[in-house]
T-cell receptor, first 111, second 116 residues
Framework: KQEVTQIPAALSVPEGENLVLNCSFT??????LQWFRQDPGKGLTSLLL?????REQTSGRLNASLDKSSGRSTLYIAASQPGDSATYLC??????????FGEGTQLTVNP | GAGVSQSPSNKVTEKGKDVELRCDPI?????LYWYRQRLGQGLEFLIY????????KSGLPSDRFSAERTGESVSTLTIQRTQQEDSAVYLC??????????????FGPGTRLTVL
């Protein structure tokens, strides 16, 4: 059974800092890995999707890496802003029908 | 274009009552998913519909939970004889499901269910 773990559970940083969120998964037979953002009272927004054959993806200030063999991914956020405050969820796809999610990292960026 | 919509946004019910939650996927998306998110936790997969194929119900926690989908449109998730542990946010997502490697799910805002 696939299990996804995210560390840390919560993180509070001052504006402008670079930060790293961690995700690990137990079964390396994945199709892809996604990072989502969740704002209170709203649904999830997909940030980055890394296919199983890829090592990283970048979008603006976000960079996600994937080491499938070791079951790890990191989300790097550069020059953090208060608007980045949200819960960040990591999810892996191991079949056509489902994503397995971690419990998330709650990020607070203080002005 | 319109995203995934869900109704109601909030539902408060008494223990033992039945509830019905609705999801309208993005037009043209053949795949539809239901997830449950308990307070402070990640999302748990419940059920998946893909076109006319038999749904994957492997995530439904008990036989009190059921879901239907009409063609490639609206889906309803029904919880019978609700229990307090059913309190959670129920999220619906849809996708094109064209390529498994790159398929992205688009999520609705969720229905917050509170069972008293």
């Amino acid at each position: 059974k696939q299990e996804v773990t995210q560390i840390p559970a919560a993180l509070s940083v001052p504006e402008g800092e670079n930060l790293v969120l961690n995700c690990s998964f137990t079964d390396s037979a994945i199709y892809n890995l996604q990072w989502f953002r969740q704002d209170p009272g709203k649904g999830l927004t997909s940030l980055l999707l890394i296919q199983s054959s890829q090592r990283e993806q970048t979008s603006g200030r976000l960079n996600a890496s994937l080491d499938k063999s070791s079951g790890r991914s990191t989300l790097y956020i550069a020059a953090s802003q208060p608007g980045d405050s949200a819960t960040y969820l990591c999810a892996v796809k191991t079949s056509g029908s489902r994503l397995t999610f971690g419990e998330g990292t709650q990020l607070t960026v203080n002005p | 274009g319109a995203g995934v919509s869900q109704s109601p946004s909030n539902k408060v019910t008494e223990k033992g009552k039945d509830v019905e939650l609705r999801c309208d996927p993005i037009s043209g998306h053949t795949a539809l998913y239901w997830y449950r998110q308990r307070l402070g936790q990640g999302l748990e997969f419940l059920i998946y519909f893909q076109g006319n194929s038999a749904p994957d119900k492997s995530g439904l926690p008990s036989d009190r939970f059921s879901a239907e989908r009409t063609g490639e449109s609206v889906s309803t998730l029904t919880i019978q004889r609700t229990q307090q542990e059913d309190s959670a946010v129920y999220l619906c997502a849809s996708s094109l499901a064209q390529r498994i490697l790159t398929d992205t799910q688009y999520f609705g805002p969720g229905t917050r269910l509170t069972v008293l």
